[in-house]
């Protein structure tokens, strides 16, 4: 069976997470383990007036209990964002101080304002509430457009207004005139709502400090080490990169919630430091709930114009995003450059303006959860198209369909530069896996049945493959977003691929693997992938923004390249025959047309004895490439969702979910489902479940599974999943990025589709049955009469 | 509180605990088994799933003295030897996982679920495993490829 591209691989990495040895940072303990327990604001805005450490100082067990005082003392830096935006007005964006540890004030619930360090995690959590705060309580605010009310209770006396920036997009005056010419306008208000990430593995540290060598080591939940040790070093002064290892071994689940760098592992390394002992912190879930940054939550208005064939004229679009109390490391590009360039969708759209103003809330921070960005604009794109239809009295389909981009390169209004895509090929892949010609024989037999049978459409596209660095860097990043990789034969010809990347479920350990089987011919238990460790992989940019495909994989192809043109010189020199008459098939290397060759571990060999290269040539077979792609991937593809909504209870079905993808070439179709399958039971979970709830005053209702609802087995439906194929022609394989798709999507597909079945568009989400019987109530009086 | 005395993947195990202790802890911290996961802390996703007297128990629910003299099997002992339960063959075959963390949880669920339905002689169907893993979260899979593992084993064992 084939092992290349293209391949079912079962998943190598499969066999120690199925018989329980998996190695997550939970289960590591050291030899001189202490743990910690933070304490944590319980008022969502508060001055701190003092701490009074005694009575918990004074617990058998406990080592330490540190404060922000300290912290900052001992010159640790406050927590920086990675993109500057600047607002429409030309000024700099505002952002307030973030320490890890907040000296005198605390602007969210679960904020922590101290340590404790002690023998056991229950010893610590006893000791932490023995830690008396006297808080002075504040005034708070916590939605987003109360936030930039007049008279808002303000979270940094730095940002006035709580307004962080006011930025915009595309030609306003093109936008207006756009609309004023359009024969039918219409106008939307959309909120998206405001998720928690929930990987299933709570975020963890452990920290240890050698004394000896002024050296540190962070085991910790990352998507990003590297990352996390440039940050940790050059910005929070914890200790320089060559005296900083950052290890993610195996991480459950991240979704974005795994990319920054928290509080928590800053404060673990300081204490490890303070203490001399190695410092374990795990998360609660009630602490995942308060701590982990959040994704989403805009209020956003709209107003698609379009003339008389209902072509769109114009797109003016104001979005009101929430950061939180503080701005965390990618929440500023999220509502900006993953947000605003996305607001043409699949669609040739003449004229687009976009403003959004970001705030600062009491509320924990907001920041890049699955999709990020995109799926907040292709919510409001795709429930705008279904609203116009509605109110055109136009087919949802068709309206799609004449609008769709036909011709590549696009140039959108709104920066990006579209290299692909075949949107009509996956409007009617789509339509024929999902059976629309027979939807309505099906919406009567169902209204035979008392239920209310309704159909959605979400056409979406995604910028992925997180980033050219040069033009992420002119719009602020600070950071370039290349992918390296190092490819090593072995003497005995395995082969180690150390990635950048790192896999907190993306099954790199086998995808990656499948290119150098590909290439090489060799079987696939020769193959190892490195990732996840500062101290044995090359500096790289990990995992998120569907990258690891895209760019990450790119990497190891410019690697293998490297790797092959030394084996054929190699194998040409030993053979003597020419280069160019090499050819490596099934891992051994033959001269064409003779039966001349060599075997792949006679070639690693050979390299590494040294006893007979070509003159000039270095031995050893290693070859290393960074990878910087020249523009972002443009995965796209069509949902169609079909539901039937009780009208006697509001509960909402999903009978149907079709997906149609374009993610380029598939490396591995069983990991690349797997993928859709999960983003769009994300995308399910927002639309018809999950929430996270602020009251006015701050306190977080929505802290434990009892209350923010998941998406279980029974919720979701079984999906039907067809790919169609236009390669990106911007990377080596062609290339586009999974990982997204589905959250991105889902969402708009299925509140569409209840609003079909309900006969209204007057529903948000989550559409829970309170609310689509409430919507439906409003809606058809007459029917709840009767 | 004296001497825990219980039996843990077929071993006998003896150990001096607090009161306080849960079974997932003991698992974990006392006995080094890492495999069964912590995943929350109000009872709900499951991650923690282990098998008591050959019933699944969702071991950060159970003080570990509450199972005193039982047989506790966890995902390392669920294999006889060193191959694979007909369980575990199936999440492999079938993708049924990605992170790995809610994988334990959902195996040792699964094969509570299968014997109960083959002892009870009734047909596990798709929509019974979905209802079954109402005590389950995973954020990964979407549920469809541990659906079809747990279908895919139930015909083999
Ligand atoms: S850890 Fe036991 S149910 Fe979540
Ligand atoms: S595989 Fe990650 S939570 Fe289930």
């Given at each position: 069976m084939s092992t290349g591209i293209g391949a079912r691989v079962r998943r190598k990495e499969d066999r120690r997470f199925i018989t329980g040895k998996g190695r997550y940072t939970d289960d590591i303990r050291n030899d001189n383990q202490a743990y910690a327990a933070f304490v944590r604001s319980p008022h969502a805005h508060a001055a701190v007036k003092g701490i009074d450490k005694a009575a918990a100082e004074a617990m058998e067990g406990v080592i330490a209990v540190l404060d922000g005082h300290q912290l900052t003392g001992d010159g640790i830096g406050n927590i920086i964002t990675g993109w500057a935006i600047t607002s429409r007005d030309g000024s700099p964006m505002n952002i307030g101080a973030w320490s890890a540890l907040a000296t005198d004030r605390v602007r969210y619930v679960g904020d922590a304002v101290a340590v404790v360090i002690a023998e056991s995690p229950a010893l610590a959590r006893t000791a932490a509430e023995a830690v008396a705060v006297d808080y002075e309580p504040l005034a708070a605010v916590a939605q987003p457009v109360a936030a930039l009310a007049s008279g808002a209770p303000q979270v940094h006396d730095n940002v006035p207004g709580n307004l962080v920036f006011d930025w915009e997009i595309g030609d306003e005056a093109r936008a207006d005139a756009g609309l004023a010419a359009a024969a039918h306008v219409t106008e939307v208000e959309i909120s998206n709502n405001r998720l928690a990430p929930n990987a299933i593995e709570p975020r963890s540290a452990i920290a240890i400090h050698d004394e000896a060598e002024d050296h540190y080591t962070l085991y910790t939940t990352s998507q990003n080490p590297h990352v996390a040790r440039l940050v940790l070093s050059a910005f929070y002064n914890v200790a320089p990169e060559h005296k900083l290892r950052v290890i993610a071994p195996d991480v459950g689940g991240g979704f974005g919630s795994k990319i920054y760098i928290y509080p928590e592992e800053i404060t673990c390394l300081w204490a490890a430091m303070k203490t001399g002992r190695s410092v374990k912190w795990t998360a609660e879930r009630s602490e995942a709930f308060m701590t982990d940054a959040h994704g989403r939550d805009h209020v956003t208005r709209a107003r698609m114009g379009f003339d008389k064939n209902g072509r769109i004229t114009a797109f003016k679009v104001d979005t009101i995003a929430n950061l939180g109390a503080y701005v965390s490391l990618f929440a500023t590009a999220t509502p900006t450059y993953l947000y605003g360039t996305l607001l043409s969708g699949q669609y040739d759209i003449p004229a687009i303006y976009g403003t959004v103003k970001a705030v600062n809330t009491n509320t924990v921070p907001v920041d890049a959860y699955r999709g990020a960005g995109r799926p907040e604009a292709t919510y409001l794109i795709e429930r705008t198209m279904d609203i116009a239809a509605r109110e055109m009295g136009m087919d949802p389909a068709e309206l799609r369909r004449i609008n769709f981009i036909k011709a590549f390169p696009y140039q959108t209004q709104v920066l990006l530069n579209y290299d692909s895509?075949?949107?009509?090929?996956?409007?009617?892949?789509?339509?024929?896996?999902?059976?629309?010609?027979?939807?309505?024989?099906?919406?009567?037999?169902?209204?035979?049945?008392?239920?209310?049978?309704?159909?959605?459409?979400?056409?979406?596209?995604?910028?992925?493959?997180?980033?050219?660095?040069?033009?992420?860097?002119?719009?602020?990043?600070?950071?370039?977003?290349?992918?390296?990789?190092?490819?090593?034969?072995?003497?005995?010809?395995?082969?180690?691929?150390?990635?950048?990347?790192?896999?907190?479920?993306?099954?790199?350990?086998?995808?990656?693997?499948?290119?150098?089987?590909?290439?090489?011919?060799?079987?696939?238990?020769?193959?190892?992938?490195?990732?996840?460790?500062?101290?044995?992989?090359?500096?790289?940019?990990?995992?998120?923004?569907?990258?690891?495909?895209?760019?990450?994989?790119?990497?190891?192809?410019?690697?293998?390249?490297?790797?092959?043109?030394?084996?054929?010189?190699?194998?040409?020199?030993?053979?003597?025959?020419?280069?160019?008459?090499?050819?490596?098939?099934?891992?051994?290397?033959?001269?064409?047309?003779?039966?001349?060759?060599?075997?792949?571990?006679?070639?690693?060999?050979?390299?590494?004895?040294?006893?007979?290269?070509?003159?000039?040539?270095?031995?050893?077979?290693?070859?290393?490439?960074?990878?910087?792609?020249?523009?972002f991937s443009f995965p796209s593809g069509c949902f169609i969702c079909e539901v039937e909504v009780d009208p006697e209870t509001g509960v909402t079905e999903i009978v149907r979910f079709v997906s149609a993808d374009d993610f380029g070439t598939i490396i591995n179709p069983m990991v690349v489902e797997g993928q859709v399958h999960g983003g769009v039971t994300q995308g399910i979970g927002q639309a018809l479940l999950e929430q996270v709830v602020y009251d006015e005053s701050g306190q977080l209702l929505t802290g434990s599974y009892m209350d923010y609802c998941m998406p279980r087995a029974d919720d979701v439906p079984s999906y039907a999943i067809a790919h169609g194929c236009t390669p990106s022609p911007n990377n080596p394989l062609g290339i586009k990025g999974c990982g997204e798709a589905g959250a991105i999507g889902a969402p708009p597909a299925v509140i569409n589709a209840i609003a079909d079945a309900i006969g209204t568009d007057d529903i948000s989400m989550p559409a829970t049955p309170q609310k689509v019987w409430e919507a439906l109530h409003r809606a058809r009086p007459a029917v709840a009469a009767e | 509180m004296g001497q825990l005395k219980l039996s843990v993947n077929g071993r006998a195990v003896s150990r001096d605990v607090p009161g306080e202790t849960l079974l997932v802890d003991l698992l974990r911290e006392h006995l080094r088994l890492t495999g069964t996961h912590v995943g929350c802390d109000t009872g709900q996703c499951g991650a923690c799933v282990v098998h008591v007297d050959g019933r699944a128990v969702k071991a950060c629910n159970v003080l570990a003295h509450a199972v005193a003299g039982s047989q506790v099997t966890t995902i390392e002992g669920l294999a006889d030897g060193g191959g694979l339960h007909p369980m575990q063959q199936a999440f492999n075959e079938n993708h049924g996982l990605q992170c790995g963390f809610c994988t334990p949880g959902m195996i040792m669920s699964g094969v509570d679920m299968v014997q109960r339905y083959k002892a009870a002689g009734r047909d596990l169907d798709e929509p019974a495993i979905r209802h079954e893993l109402e005590g389950n979260i995973c954020r990964c899979t979407g549920y469809e490829n541990i659906v079809k593992s747990i279908q895919s084993a139930a015909a083999r064992m």
């Open positions: 895509g075949d949107f009509p090929a996956l409007l009617d892949m789509a339509q024929k896996a999902a059976d629309t010609a027979g939807f309505a024989q099906r919406k009567a037999e169902a209204a035979a049945r008392g239920k209310l049978r309704g159909i959605g459409y979400s056409t979406f596209i995604e910028a992925c493959g997180l980033a050219p660095s040069a033009a992420a860097g002119s719009l602020g990043a600070g950071v370039g977003l290349w992918e390296s990789a190092e490819v090593r034969v072995n003497p005995v010809g395995t082969v180690e691929v150390l990635t950048g990347c790192h896999s907190h479920g993306q099954s790199h350990e086998t995808t990656f693997a499948q290119l150098v089987s590909d290439r090489f011919g060799i079987p696939i238990e020769n193959i190892s992938i490195v990732h996840g460790d500062t101290d044995k992989v090359q500096f790289g940019m990990g995992t998120y923004g569907s990258r690891s495909g895209p760019v990450g994989m790119s990497a190891v192809m410019r690697a293998l390249d490297k790797v092959e043109a030394k084996v054929r010189k190699i194998v040409a020199h030993q053979l003597e025959a020419s280069e160019d008459d090499i050819e490596i098939v099934a891992g051994e290397a033959r001269v064409a047309g003779t039966d001349r060759k060599m075997a792949w571990h006679e070639i690693g060999l050979a390299a590494y004895t040294a006893h007979n290269l070509p003159a000039d040539m270095e031995p050893g077979l290693k070859e290393g490439a960074f990878f910087d792609p020249v523009n | -």
